[in-house]
């Protein structure tokens, strides 16, 4: 039975999970999981799949695997990908380990700054003030690009060495949408010189343009309001970013949920 990935392009790590797998030529289905509607917030979806209602999950017969650096980590013992994606020294792979660890509460919950800019509007309605969650996202955006220019990148090409990891996947991919949302100021690019050589260097990768084609092209349509995306969900596409709320339950931007804590506590 083929590997299916279940995924949206729309997703930075899901881009990742899949840009792995066409790198590595490993065969498998693409199966399109259309999180502008409330599908995966099903609780079957939920009970099938994943009970975070979130992708990239990577079906592999009875198994389902979710979270998109244990995807990377499956495929790559699986078909015993090169030893560079997740480190071929102890300490490579200690750094690559330390790196998604971090990445996983930094850099992935920057992701904020776009989805709170570009998709929330279409989400809750274009009337509704994001300003708190929009100023959450590009601090921890911001944070994030100084450790990655003044530490992980202070020396090496790629941020854990001199070859290509997983975790290079993983950090590109948020920046590709912030780049294809014009989220990230001229000025601020200019002050991460070695995040912006390394983006460019991401870029040029020859999977780049099959994972992540669609979101330059829909982003693109979005911001010239030639397009909208009609999102029929509730709950935040990226859990963890909300200025009110939780996270895996998917609390809503709208503070409607907020007695929420004290029916835990009851
Ligand atoms: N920690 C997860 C995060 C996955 C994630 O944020 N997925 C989002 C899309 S970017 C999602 O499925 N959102 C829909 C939802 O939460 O209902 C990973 O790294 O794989």
């Not at 290079?168 to 014009?182: M, P, Q, R, T």
Request: negative net charge.
């Amino acid at each position: 039975m083929s590997l299916r990935l279940l995924h949206h392009p729309a997703s930075q790590p899901c881009r990742s999970a899949r840009q792995f797998l066409i790198e590595n030529e490993i065969e498998f289905e693409d199966d399109i999981v259309d999180i502008t509607t409330n599908i995966n917030e099903r609780q079957d979806f939920r009970d099938e799949y994943n009970p975070t209602g979130q992708v990239p999950i990577l079906v592999d017969g009875d198994l389902r695997v979710w979270e998109n650096v244990a995807i990377g980590r499956y495929l790559h013992e699986k078909y015993e990908c090169p030893s560079h994606w997740f480190g071929s020294t102890l300490v490579q792979r200690a750094r690559i380990n330390q790196f998604v660890q971090w990445y996983a509460y930094t850099l992935r919950l920057g992701g904020g700054a776009f989805h709170w800019t570009i998709f929330a509007p279409m989400i809750y309605g274009m009337d509704k003030d994001f300003t708190a969650e929009r100023r959450k996202g590009f601090h921890v955006l911001y944070e994030s690009m100084e450790l990655l220019e003044n530490y992980w990148l202070k020396e090496d090409k790629y941020v854990c060495g001199g070859e290509v990891s997983y975790a290079d996947l993983a950090a590109f991919h948020e920046f590709v949408s912030h780049d294809a949302g014009n989220i990230i100021p001229d000025k601020v690019w200019a002050k991460h010189p070695k995040i912006t050589a390394w983006f460019k260097m991401m870029s040029a990768r020859p999977a780049n343009e099959a994972v992540s084609g669609w979101q330059y092209e829909t982003i693109a349509k979005v911001m010239a309001g030639e397009m909208k995306v009609e999102f029929t969900r509730r709950t935040a596409v990226l859990k963890g970013t909300e200025a009110h709320g939780g996270h895996n339950t998917g609390i809503p931007h709208l503070d409607e949920n907020q007695d929420y804590i004290a029916q835990v506590e009851s």
